[in-house]
């Protein structure tokens, strides 16, 4: 009886090599109640974050669609700003790039200039 082994665990317990994995005592129970826990949270963040957010338009009394959007092209014109980054890339040697913008300051104060207000949607 001394070289009779006791076997412990399930199938899915045991090793190629005979031996067994030790569970963890919170290793069941902590498992399935963390994924519920994640869930629900994400759950939570997502649909605060969608009953919160407003949308906003520009409005002016008297203007049409097609004033606004002539008026929107000529701001956005202005607000153009061009940029420059040059750096040396530590492998292939001096790299940069360059581009144009648009300056949300410069056309927020153009639009207003020309009479609109950016207001929350009712």
């Known amino acids: 009886m001394a070289d009779a082994k006791m076997e412990v665990g399930t199938a ?6 005979g031996t067994t994995r030790q569970e963890l005592p919170c290793e069941k129970s902590s498992s399935g109640l963390f994924g519920v826990v994640a869930v629900s949270v994400a759950l ?8 919160t957010q407003k949308s906003r338009v520009w409005t002016k009394p008297g203007s049409t ?12 014109k202005d607000a153009r700003t061009p940029y420059s980054n040059t750096y040396v890339d530590p492998v292939t040697g001096a790299a ?12 927020v104060a153009s639009m207003e200039a020309k009479g609109y207000e950016w207001v929350i949607k009712e």
């Open 65 to 76: 669609q097609q004033s606004f959007a002539q008026d929107r092209y000529e701001r956005i």
């Open 44 to 51: 939570v963040l997502i649909s605060g974050c969608a009953s």
């Open 96 to 107: 940069s790039s360059s581009g144009v913008r648009v300056d949300d300051g410069i056309f």
């Open 12 to 17: 899915e317990d045991r090793r190629i090599d």
